[in-house]
């Protein structure tokens, strides 16, 4: 697991486990660009593995150029961190990484690495390419012999600085945590690549090791924007296990003020601007900051209890709980409980978002009938109000269902716990997140909206028919309310009769819901409403 992980960062710092370095061609000095190198250039890849949509994250930055350990020298660095169930559950990684390299031909000369992994922390620093009297690389390369070696920071760059002529192969050799790798870099043709970002004219390379079969096992890609930058849009490896992606999340060129240090004797440089927060474009979820402020640790949902602004204009407030009695046909005794409740602000599973929690129950006097006891999280992004991840542990009967889906609503995916993967229409909810997005919705009668949910693992239409307006009776008091129909776009459209009644305010609060079951007619009424006319 920690080689599958070390991979993820390789992919995007090394350009692959298999990670490739600096440049011999036709026996010559390979041409460098400095276009890759522009001071302020930020760089954010979203990583995936296999049915993990969200795996890891890694940002780069060209930070500034001065005087460093005696040497005019740029100044790069990098930030890898897996996120979601593989830092959870499989592999911690939370590295940093700094390289100085000469900025007239990108060798580096001495690189800093940070690396948490596996709940342990090691420092470590390397120095590269000691000067060979004034000169630090031979004026002509005899074949065979490479140019320097890079560390991988510094191989993300120099790639980046390359040609990548048509049909050109480039060899390279780099030095990773505990080998020497030598490799080749094959332009194979151009490709267009759409993402988030936008889409790209790219120039396709292949990385191979010809003397390292695990290496070239990975059949690692490079794709590369077909400009000066050549920056590197999508990069994949295939292992075993599932294929790995790293894609553009977002490309910031806003001009970060360079870091002038002078005269710099000790490992540590000057300050470096904190990072911001980068906001990608079409509605993706921002990279947060890897050092938020302290948090207090739920272990229960995996929350930090960070102070964020709660949500603005939404028809209901962080803390609502809302309670029902469920009954059977006509009677007049509950059979279960339901409770909706909605959990504040915070950062889940590495998300900016909030939290639904729902417990359904039978009551005891009904439990030697049908025994029910389901609880049900949604975590939804709390600007969009879109689900990024699911969790149901359904018990009823003698059936049991322990299910998590993560959802990547800006690429359409969705991946379960049981390694399922599924497209999806961008904007799907889950059967839980779409009772509190539709009272957002304008239910004036006779509005009909239309919605993608997830249910059964897999997205169905959702219908929702605004019909009339009436007044119901709960318990002892006449309520104003709104009848809506819950259709979907099933062979049979209105096979459970589901009806909704929501309050006719602002609160568009879910008063009663009916269907039909396999044991007969359902209701579920409101019992308390907790919060006054907003």
Known sequence: MKRLLFMIGLLLIACVVCAPLLAQHNDEAVPFSKAPYRIG??????????SFIDAAHVELQV???????????????????????????LYSINNDYTTYIDPETGLPFRSQQTLREGGRTADTSSEYNAPLGTSAIPARLR????????????????????????????????????????????????????????????????????????????????????????????LTAQHKSGEIRAELASSDLRGVQPVQASGVASPTPS????????????????VQSRRPPPASSDASNNAQTVTRPQPTNLPFKVGEQLNYNVYLGSATQPVGTASFLVRPRA???????????????????????????DQINSYVDPVTLLPFRSELNLVEGTNRVSQIFTL?????????????????PVGTHDFVSVAYALRSFNLDPPKRNAVSI?????PRTLFITSLRRETITLGSTQVRAIQISLTTDDPVPDKYQLRLWVSDDSRRLPLRITGVSPLGPVRADLAIIPLTEQ
Do not use: C, W
Request: no cysteine; glycine share 8%.
């Open 143 to 234: 074949t065979g012999e490479f140019p320097g070696t890079y560390d991988m920071l510094s191989t993300f760059y120099r790639l980046r600085a390359l040609p990548l002529a048509e049909g050109a192969t480039y060899r390279f050799q780099m030095q990773g945590e505990d080998e020497m790798y030598q490799l080749e870099l094959k332009v194979t043709g151009h490709q267009l690549i759409k993402t988030n970002v936008g889409s790209f004219s790219t120039i396709v390379t292949q990385v191979r090791a010809p003397n390292n079969g695990d290496a070239n096992s990975y059949h690692a890609r490079i794709y590369f924007s077909d400009d000066e930058r050549h920056v590197p849009v999508l």
């Open 347 to 373: 950062k889940y599973f590495n998300h900016d978002g909030m939290l639904y929690a729902v417990r359904v129950q039978t009551v005891p006097a009904a439990q030697r009938i049908f025994f029910v006891n």
């Open 271 to 286: 300050p470096v601007p904190s990072r911001q927060i980068i906001v990608p474009p079409q509605g993706r979820n921002p």
């Open 454 to 458: 997830l249910v059964h693992n897999r």
């Open 41 to 50: 250039e930020r760089l954010t890849y979203h990583v995936s593995f296999s």
């Open 63 to 89: 930070v500034g150029r001065g005087t460093y350990f005696n040497r005019d020298s740029l100044l790069l660095r990098a930030h890898v961190e897996t996120t979601g169930i593989v830092n959870a559950a």
């Open 408 to 424: 990547d609503q800006d690429h359409g995916l969705a991946a379960s716990s049981t390694g399922q993967r599924l497209e999806i």
